[in-house]
Antibody
């Protein structure tokens, strides 16, 4: 059974940093693209980052480019999101998601999310 | 950026109804579109990928169609467990973008 378990969320002050983790199990982690998607309270979904199987290619929207870094450790079956210079508008539940396979941008499995609150 | 416009924002329908949700892209997305279902308090779930492919385990009453800029999710016979918000998602070109969602309610 595919499982994705996010951790690392919490309350952080504006301008500070936070690192999210996603522990994967039930599949060969190194074979799949991975992504982060966030959802602000009572709002819609927003794509945050995608990383290729090897980690050599990463993709971001302008809203987080230069502040957030997605990475992975295939030996540990883990995905990460380093978030720097956090802003109040980054407050959201952050979901880790796995690509479908050959349709690697389709998000076939999702974790339950971890809440990040940016506030002084 | 490609804008995804979903309509209607809220849809009320009865059990057994045929329901159609629409998603319009601001430019051609070459069928690179998925549909996701999000029930209250839960993570999103992939229903349809690449416009018309049913994800494993999803009931056959769900189907997708479309091309170019116009895409549709159809539920052939609405069930109570289908109450949720539905999002379309384009990954034809970055930044990848979701629509604002259609909230499906029971009448």
């Amino acid at each position: 059974e595919v499982q994705l378990v996010e951790s690392g969320g919490g309350l952080v002050q504006p301008g500070r940093s936070l690192k999210l983790s996603c522990a994967a199990s039930g599949f060969t982690f190194s074979n799949y693209y991975m992504a982060w998607v966030r959802q602000a309270p009572k709002k819609g979904l927003e794509w945050v980052a995608t990383i290729s199987t090897s980690g050599s290619r990463t993709y971001y929207p302008d809203s987080v480019k230069g502040r957030f870094t997605i990475s992975r450790d295939n030996a540990k079956s883990s995905l990460y999101l380093q978030m720097n210079s956090l802003k109040s508008e980054d407050t959201a539940t952050y979901y880790c998601a796995r690509g479908l396979g050959y349709r690697y941008n389709s998000l076939a499995y999702w974790g339950q999310g971890t809440l990040v609150t940016v506030s002084s | 950026d490609i804008q995804m416009t979903q309509s209607p924002p809220v849809l009320s329908a009865s059990v057994g109804d045929r329901v159609t949700l629409s998603c319009k892209a601001s430019q051609n997305i070459n069928k690179n579109l998925d549909w996701y279902q999000q029930k209250h308090g839960e993570a999103p779930k992939l229903l349809i990928y690449y416009t018309n492919n049913l994800q494993t385990g999803i009931p056959s009453r769900f189907s997708g169609s479309g091309s170019g800029t116009d895409y549709t999710l159809t539920i052939s016979s609405l069930q109570p467990e289908d109450v949720a918000t539905y999002y379309c998602y384009q990954y034809n070109s970055g930044p990848y973008t979701f629509g604002a969602g259609t909230k499906l309610e029971l009448k």
